[in-house]
């Protein structure tokens, strides 16, 4: 320790060190969390250290608890099997239908593994990647689906796939055989499973805790990962994890949980060349959950700005020598144990319950049928609005029919701006000086094929004008809306109008409709909690998007 900073080195290739304020804060905590047990309890699965542990613990279930990797150790002979048999049947492709932080090591563990296979995340309704995916029928044909998800979202993409591979002439039983379910015994999944004679792997209820469990390391394993190996690297850390020097999870933990005490509950991780690709999402949407919207993880992918502030600290995840408040350096398989453990000590700190069912939006069940009484907004080119959507609020449209911005709005300062500019302005005198912006994209993601690009771009023109805080989230990726610094958070939600939509089977309407279904149940979400809340809906969404970027700068 020296008088600037502190570092917890395990060994020469993982440390975490902390600089500054944030030093100090995270001073303080270690040795609470050491009185209270943290570690020790930590590494027994201490049911009394959250309710919902101890709920779960009544009730004969187990959960996915952070960093633990040897549970999941029992699967690999299983995985091993299914690994087999598609590879005999010459599937080489993985499509994930799953949400949060699990889904997203599962993501980032096949996409820095060595053998290289794709590994295809649908955790939304949007319909690009699905169509995409549809429409290449050779990479259909090589694809296998692996089911984590247990929403009614997942299971509308899973019903679609299972028609795609009907339309590919397969029989029931070789369909039966695409699909892996991953679920805890005894759910809605899990059931469904079994109905429909595909293999199913139990695990523990899901929490924020799955990167080493089977929802992250199934797939991942299908997709070509040793997750033996990982599984070895992993274990090595955790003779640190109970000790109380060089813990590097408890060090990371009380610099996250001491910042946020102490005022700054805003988190930048430094997403540089040097580092884990895809590590600084995961970590994102996992503090996110675990946290219960205590703290506002931003990734810096190099076009949104730092911005100084009292409350905003800065992680870098490279390990290079920077002035930054904190640096993590580690192995890709110890990231994962030592940022799972760190999580759930900052949520501790914070006073949450990291185990819990993450609060969300409320989403319309998909199997609804549309209301025939409904009246369609007279504005909007899209399926239609539900007519409380337009009740009482502003609609404004800029630009020609068919490349128009519909502006939707009940806020009454953003509902004074006459253009896109003007609404710009808005926002930042709404965001004010200790708030942030939170973009919601009910869009497509893909940076090459979809908008992705361009929505990070306008992301960074709007922090550069509101010199605060930006989040950008992807529908209902992780829960953005009402979870996310629920009392300071100004909310720009991103719909569009889609080309290649895809429709849902048994049903009358197209996957779009689900989309922006979920998109009006998140606004109205964050407006019932007393939010400022506007949606832009793009009639076209790259001349939409031009048209926002452009405003941005000022040039409209």
Not at 202 to 225: I, N
Not at 410 to 417: E, K, M, N, Y
Not at 466 to 477: D, E, L
């Given at each position: 320790?020296?008088?600037t900073?502190?570092t917890?080195v395990v060994s020469?290739?993982t440390t975490?060190?902390?600089?500054?304020?944030v030093r100090?804060?995270a001073e303080r905590?270690?040795?609470r969390?050491w009185?209270?047990?943290v570690?020790?309890?930590?590494?027994?699965?201490?049911?009394?250290l959250?309710?919902s542990?101890?709920?779960?613990?009544?009730?004969g279930?187990?959960?996915?608890?952070?960093?633990?990797?040897?549970?999941s150790?029992?699967?690999?002979?299983?995985?091993?099997?299914?690994?087999a048999?598609?590879?005999?049947?010459?599937?080489?492709?993985?499509?994930?239908?799953?949400?949060?932080?699990?889904?997203?090591?599962?993501?980032?563990?096949?996409?820095n593994?060595?053998?290289?296979?794709p590994?295809?995340?649908?955790?939304?309704?949007?319909p690009?990647?699905v169509?995409?995916?549809?429409?290449?029928r050779?990479r259909?044909?090589?694809?296998?689906?692996?089911?984590?998800?247990?929403?009614?979202?997942t299971?509308?993409l899973?019903?679609?796939?299972?028609?795609?591979f009907?339309?590919l002439d397969?029989?029931?039983?070789?369909?039966a055989?695409?699909?892996?379910?991953?679920a805890e015994p005894?759910?809605?999944?899990a059931k469904?499973a079994?109905?429909?004679?595909h293999?199913?792997?139990e695990a523990?209820?899901r929490?924020?805790f799955?990167?080493?469990?089977?929802?992250?390391?199934v797939?991942?394993a299908?997709?070509?990962t040793?997750?033996?190996?990982?599984?070895?690297?992993?274990?090595?850390v955790?003779?640190a994890?109970?000790?109380?020097?060089?813990n590097p999870?408890?060090?990371?933990?009380?610099?996250?949980?001491g910042?946020a005490?102490?005022?700054?509950p805003?988190?930048?991780l430094?997403?540089?060349?040097?580092?884990?690709?895809?590590?600084a999402?995961w970590?994102?949407?996992l503090l996110?959950?675990?946290?219960?919207g205590?703290?506002?993880?931003?990734?810096?992918?190099?076009?949104?700005p730092v911005?100084?502030?009292d409350?905003?600290?800065?992680?870098?995840?490279?390990g290079r020598p920077?002035?930054?408040?904190a640096?993590?350096?580690?192995?890709?398989?110890?990231?994962?144990?030592?940022w799972?453990?760190?999580?759930?000590?900052a949520?501790?700190?914070l006073?949450?319950d990291?185990l819990a069912?993450?609060?969300?939006?409320?989403t319309?069940?998909?199997?609804?049928e549309?209301d025939?009484?409904?009246?369609p907004?007279?504005?909007?080119t899209a399926?239609d609005?539900?007519?409380e959507?337009?009740?009482?609020?502003t609609?404004?449209?800029?630009g020609?029919p068919?490349?128009?911005?519909?502006?939707?709005t009940h806020?009454?300062?953003?509902?004074?701006?006459?253009?896109l500019?003007?609404?710009?302005?808005?926002?930042?005198?709404?965001?004010?000086?200790?708030?942030?912006?939170?973009?919601?994209a009910?869009?497509?993601?893909d940076r090459?094929?979809?908008?992705?690009?361009q929505?990070?771009?306008?992301g960074?023109?709007l922090?550069?004008?509101?010199?605060?805080?930006?989040?950008?989230?992807?529908g209902?990726?992780?829960?953005a809306i009402?979870?996310d610094r629920?009392e300071r958070g100004?909310y720009?939600?991103?719909t569009?109008?889609?080309?290649?939509?895809?429709?849902?089977?048994g049903?009358?309407?197209?996957?779009?409709?689900?989309?922006?279904a979920?998109?009006l149940?998140e606004?109205r979400?964050?407006?019932?909690g007393?939010?400022?809340v506007v949606?832009?809906?793009?009639q076209?969404?790259?001349a939409?998007l031009a048209?926002?970027?452009?405003s941005?700068r000022?040039?409209?």
């Amino acid at each position: 320790m020296t008088a600037t900073s502190f570092t917890a080195v395990v060994s020469g290739d993982t440390t975490v060190t902390a600089r500054g304020p944030v030093r100090d804060a995270a001073e303080r905590m270690l040795g609470r969390l050491w009185i209270d047990q943290v570690p020790v309890r930590l590494a027994s699965e201490d049911p009394a250290l959250w309710p919902s542990a101890g709920a779960a613990a009544g009730d004969g279930r187990t959960l996915c608890w952070p960093g633990q990797p040897g549970p999941s150790r029992a699967l690999l002979p299983r995985v091993g099997e299914l690994r087999a048999t598609a590879d005999a049947e010459g599937l080489t492709e993985v499509a994930l239908l799953g949400r949060g932080a699990p889904a997203r090591a599962a993501r980032l563990i096949a996409r820095n593994s060595a053998a290289g296979r794709p590994l295809t995340l649908l955790d939304s309704a949007e319909p690009g990647p699905v169509a995409r995916l549809g429409a290449d029928r050779d990479r259909l044909d090589r694809t296998m689906v692996v089911v984590t998800g247990d929403d009614t979202a997942t299971e509308t993409l899973r019903q679609i796939l299972v028609r795609m591979f009907q339309d590919l002439d397969l029989s029931p039983a070789q369909i039966a055989r695409r699909f892996v379910t991953v679920a805890e015994p005894g759910s809605a999944s899990a059931k469904r499973a079994n109905e429909a004679g595909h293999p199913l792997i139990e695990a523990p209820g899901r929490t924020p805790f799955g990167a080493l469990s089977p929802y992250a390391l199934v797939p991942a394993a299908l997709a070509g990962t040793d997750v033996a190996r990982l599984l070895d690297h992993a274990a090595t850390v955790l003779p640190a994890l109970t000790r109380p020097e060089n813990n590097p999870g408890l060090v990371l933990g009380a610099i996250l949980g001491g910042a946020a005490r102490a005022g700054r509950p805003t988190v930048v991780l430094g997403d540089y060349p040097a580092s884990l690709p895809g590590l600084a999402d995961w970590v994102a949407v996992l503090l996110a959950e675990a946290t219960g919207g205590r703290m506002l993880p931003l990734v810096q992918h190099g076009g949104l700005p730092v911005l100084p502030s009292d409350d905003v600290f800065l992680v870098t995840l490279d390990g290079r020598p920077r002035q930054d408040d904190a640096t993590v350096t580690a192995p890709p398989s110890v990231q994962l144990v030592v940022w799972e453990y760190a999580a759930a000590v900052a949520a501790q700190l914070l006073g949450g319950d990291p185990l819990a069912p993450p609060p969300g939006a409320a989403t319309p069940d998909p199997h609804a049928e549309p209301d025939p009484h409904a009246q369609p907004d007279p504005h909007a080119t899209a399926p239609d609005v539900p007519a409380e959507e337009s009740a009482a609020s502003t609609v404004l449209i800029v630009g020609d029919p068919g490349q128009a911005v519909e502006v939707h709005t009940h806020d009454p300062v953003l509902g004074r701006a006459t253009d896109l500019t003007g609404l710009f302005d808005a926002l930042a005198e709404r965001v004010g000086a200790d708030g942030h912006l939170a973009i919601v994209a009910h869009l497509d993601p893909d940076r090459a094929r979809g908008q992705g690009t361009q929505v990070r771009r306008l992301g960074a023109l709007l922090a550069a004008r509101c010199a605060r805080p930006v989040t950008i989230s992807w529908g209902s990726r992780y829960p953005a809306i009402g979870n996310d610094r629920r009392e300071r958070g100004v909310y720009l939600v991103l719909t569009g109008n889609v080309v290649h939509d895809v429709p849902v089977p048994g049903r009358h309407y197209r996957l779009s409709r689900l989309q922006l279904a979920r998109a009006l149940a998140e606004a109205r979400a964050a407006r019932t909690g007393g939010r400022p809340v506007v949606r832009l809906h793009l009639q076209n969404r790259w001349a939409g998007l031009a048209r926002l970027l452009e405003s941005a700068r000022g040039e409209a």
